[in-house]
């Protein structure tokens, strides 16, 4: 059973970095074909898939978030990260990691993790 578990600060000053952990156990980040990717629910609103980290490393970020996110893996540990910066209150959401067991990296999810709640504020 895959499991995965985000970590991370809930209260991020505005103009400031944040910065998610999520950590899998029950399968590596590097076993070929998965990816994974993080993904948000602003409150009242749906969800926003943010990028996705493939097992080789490579990543694909969404473009109207490219200017501000980065994605990274650390195999040693078997997690990855995100990194939004210059975060503003609209930044303020749930945020999830999942794995992608399909074609569509942003819809074909097959875990998830419970998701961290985000505040942006002063």
């Known amino acids: 059973q895959v499991q995965l578990q985000e970590s991370g600060p809930g209260l991020v000053k505005p103009s400031q970095t944040l910065s998610l952990t999520c950590t899998v156990s029950?399968?590596?980040?590097?076993?070929?074909?998965?990816?994974w990717s993080w993904i948000r629910q602003p409150p009242g609103k749906g969800l926003e898939w943010m990028g996705v980290?493939?097992?080789?490393?490579?990543?694909t970020i969404s473009p109207s978030l490219k200017s501000r996110t980065s994605i990274s893996g650390d195999t040693s540990k078997n997690r990855f990260s995100l990194q939004l910066s210059s975060v503003t209150p609209e930044d303020t959401a749930v945020y999830y990691c999942?794995?992608?067991?399909?074609?569509?990296?942003?819809?074909?999810?097959?875990?998830w993790g419970q998701g961290t709640q985000v505040f942006v504020s002063s």
């Open positions: 029950g399968g590596s980040i590097t076993t070929s074909y998965y990816r």
């Open positions: 999942a794995r992608v067991s399909g074609p569509h990296y942003d819809s074909d999810y097959d875990y």
């Open positions: 980290i493939a097992y080789d490393g490579s990543t």
